[in-house]
Antibody, heavy 118, light 109 residues
Framework: QVQLVQSGTEVKEPGVSVKVSCKAS????????IHWVRQAPGQGLEWMGV???????IYAQTFQGRVTITRDSSTDTVYMEVNSLRSDDTAVYYC????????????WGQGTLVTVSS | QSALTQPPSASGSPGQSITISCTGT?????????VSWYQQQPGKAPKLIIY???RRPSGVPDRFSGSKSDNTAALTVSGLQAEDEADYYC?????????FGTGTRVTVL
């Protein structure tokens, strides 16, 4: 059973970047897709984008150009970077797994809180 | 892609049934049979409870059931229990992307 472990809490100033990691244990990332979902305080879930097992990335229109998803196959780690941080990027960021052609997300990482504040 | 529409809240007494609707469009819910539902307890990551409209992962009680008609999906919780108090989100495929519902807070009275 795959488990996803994310990096720890981040506090950043507006305008800089943050890079959150998601490491898998129990299987290799090339066998499935890793999605990123964020949740602002007191708000709902928002799909950000996906790194497919074969390497292609797709981003939600809202995040196109400001979010980059990459991976390091040697360590089974996927990264999600947000540039030009704003205060409304303050949120918990989750990574989650999709088995190819399953179209559902399971399991989820524990979440990474990113706070953007001057 | 706009969020799917869910009622902000739902409530019921223990043992009762509640149904949460999730309304989309002909480009998402109406087009694909890939609606899933997630339960989120306070401070926790979401947990999958329904996938492919009606299917339950192993370990999820059969009190949870899903359905779909045209552009609207629904989650029914039968025999409501105290531990069902949580936020619930629907999600659908929308072409090459995904879209979540606005979320429903379920309160057990």
């Amino acid at each position: 059973q795959v488990q996803l472990v994310q990096s720890g809490t981040e506090v950043k100033e507006p305008g800089v970047s943050v890079k959150v990691s998601c490491k898998a244990s129990g299987n290799t990332f090339t066998n499935y897709h890793i999605h990123w979902v964020r949740q602002a305080p007191g708000q709902g879930l928002e799909w950000m984008g996906v790194m497919y097992g074969y390497g292609q990335t797709i981003y939600a229109q809202t995040f196109q150009g400001r979010v980059t998803i990459t991976r390091d196959s040697s360590t089974d780690t996927v990264y999600m970077e947000v540039n030009s941080l704003r205060s409304d990027d303050t949120a918990v960021y989750y990574c989650t797994k999709e088995t190819p052609r399953a179209y559902y997300f399971d399991p989820w990482g524990q979440g990474t809180l990113v706070t953007v504040s001057s | 892609q706009s969020a799917l529409t869910q009622p902000p809240s739902a409530s019921g007494s223990p043992g009762q049934s509640i149904t949460i609707s999730c309304t989309g469009t002909s480009s998402d819910i109406g087009r694909f049979n890939y609606v899933s539902w997630y339960q989120q307890q306070p401070g926790k990551a979401p947990k999958l409870i329904i996938y492919e409209v009606t299917r339950r992962p192993s370990g999820v009680p059969d009190r949870f059931s899903g359905s779909k008609s045209d552009n609207t999906a629904a989650l029914t919780v039968s025999g409501l229990q105290a531990e069902d108090e949580a936020d619930y989100y629907c999600k659908s495929v929308a072409g090459s992307s995904f879209v979540f519902g606005t979320g429903t807070r379920v309160t057990v009275l």
